[in-house]
């Protein structure tokens, strides 16, 4: 057992309440931000006086030490440490002698592991963005390849007006683009560096906290020292942002589930992204989006769990705090793996843009078009959607679709249609004619993509 703190005590601790108290099985994934942390502290305590240039140099040669053996595996982290703070700390004072104890001056595990969690979240977000960003291009890729391909449009899970491919992935850039734009915002509004805050109050050492905060690339330092070692409200935002990709993805999965089923076959997915059945030897089933949709539920439980932990918290820093670490990692985890397989498997899905034409040639999408039709023609709205109305019966007691009538049969119904009915509510025209910004015709579309390519272009170089 490896504690920083025996000397008040007695007594050792009982063995099970080292095992419950201890964090180092979860926190050990904090290591490089733990000695990135300390590696500034150093530098900063000897600018200021506080430690001489010998004592730096010598915490540093440790410190580059401890981080290289853990790398290549000849230091391993055990559980005979607590966390990872002391297994630093202890292996330094091993490595290097008294000078390694001088490291935690003017610090306190407080201020240090909130530090580690904020670099470590940072690192995370850095990489979520990177995701979002791959995934953003792979959907753009696709809208511009499909400006043209048809389909149904639904509500309800109804058929409901025609569009085009690009413009249904379209709705989905704009949801991750959103996230992207959360990614930013949160990264932006929790990039002070709370090292410096000690455990709640401060220290009396002239500390010069705007040092480190530069040199762990913070854009400065907290300003209240007893939120800072009791602040995860960034964390409670990336689980949320997480949380809200998840929820973008796990849709998009049932949708791609949906036409992927033997009664869309709107797409194919790939082979590498599905798999068989131990006893059906026909099946090729899209597990890989069902488990995304299914993963979502734990990225939802671990935003809960981080904001109960929280919700009754006095001040300043409370064990309570060290239940922030497992479920958000795996949250962390689960998400930007998802978020990685879910591009791969957009990336190499086929679209059977026959069938999605087909489809939405059936299905009456065309309907409001024909109302719009009459109205052009002088009907009032109202009485031309109930004329339509009448003929969708009709046409389905015919099971024919609207434009497979005969100008004779749809006169029948209301005089005031013409030759001209039939290139009105075309496939084509239905689309191209919906031009209103955020439409899906042509040239909307285009407008759109354009954007979407600026952004992005952009993007590259934001913060
Ligand atoms: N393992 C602790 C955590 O994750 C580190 C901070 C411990 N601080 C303390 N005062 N016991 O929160």
């Known amino acids: 057992m490896a504690q920083l703190w025996g000397g008040r005590f007695s007594k ?3 063995e099970k309440v080292y095992e419950f108290n201890a964090s180092i099985r979860f926190d050990k994934r904090l290591l490089t931000q733990d000695i990135a942390g300390s590696r500034a502290h150093v530098k900063m305590l000897a600018a200021t006086g506080i430690l001489t240039e010998q004592e730096k140099n010598q915490i540093l040669g440790g410190l580059d030490s401890i981080e290289a053996d853990t790398n290549n595996g000849t230091l391993q982290i055990t559980d005979a440490y607590e966390d ?8 330094l004072i091993e490595r290097i002698g008294d000078a390694g104890k001088k490291l935690h001056t003017g610090r306190s595990r407080n201020d240090q592991v909130a530090l580690d969690m904020k670099l470590y979240t940072r690192d995370r977000i850095d990489e979520t963005k990177e995701l979002i960003g791959n995934l953003l291009n792979t959907l753009l890729d696709l809208m511009k390849q499909h400006t043209d391909t048809y389909m149904p449009g639904f509500t309800h899970l109804q058929k409901a007006q025609p569009l085009t491919l690009a413009h249904h992935l379209g709705a989905y850039f704009e ?5 992207d734009g959360r990614l930013t915002d949160i990264r932006k509004r929790m990039n002070l560096c709370p090292l410096g805050s000690g455990a709640l109050a401060g220290t009396t050492y002239p500390l010069d906290r705007e040092m480190t905060a530069q040199l762990l690339g913070f854009d400065g330092a907290t300003r209240n020292s007893m939120d800072s070692v009791s602040d995860r409200d960034y964390l409670i935002e990336y689980l949320s942002a997480l949380a809200t990709i998840m929820m973008h993805l796990s849709r ?3 949708e791609l589930i949906l036409w992927n089923s033997n009664e869309y076959q709107f797409i194919e997915m790939d082979d590498a992204y599905s798999t068989g059945s131990s006893i059906m030897p026909q099946k090729k089933n899209p597990d890989i989006a069902e488990l995304v949709r299914g993963k979502t539920g734990r990225v939802y439980g671990a935003l809960m769990s981080m904001l109960t932990t929280m919700k009754g918290l006095p001040l300043a820093y409370n064990k309570d705090m060290q239940e922030d670490k497992e479920m958000a990692f795996d949250a962390m985890d689960t998400a930007c793996g998802c978020l990685d397989l879910f591009t791969g498997m957009l990336k190499t899905v086929t679209f059977n843009k026959d069938r999605m034409k087909e489809s939405a040639m059936m299905g009456f999408t065309n309907a409001t078009d024909a109302a719009d039709y ?9 009485d031309a959607h109930s004329i339509i109305g009448r003929l969708v019966l009709y046409c389905i007691g015919q099971g024919k679709p609207i434009d497979a009538l005969s100008i004779e049969e749809l006169k029948e119904i209301c005089p005031a249609f013409d030759e001209d009915l039939y290139d009105a509510i075309s ?11 955020g439409a899906p015709g042509r040239k909307a579309m285009q407008e759109a993509i354009a954007y979407y390519e600026a952004y992005l272009g952009q993007d590259a170089i934001q913060y």
Do not use: Q, W, Y
């Not at 990872?84 to 292996?91: G, R, T």
């Open 374 to 382: 009459l109205v052009n023609k002088g009907i009032p709205f109202r």
């Open 12 to 14: 050792s601790t009982d």
């Open 175 to 179: 949801m991750f683009l959103r996230d």
């Open 84 to 91: 990872v703070h002391s297994f630093v700390e202890a292996n």
């Open 427 to 437: 496939l084509e025209t239905c689309v191209s004619k919906r031009l209103t910004k």
């Open 252 to 254: 998009f999965c049932e």
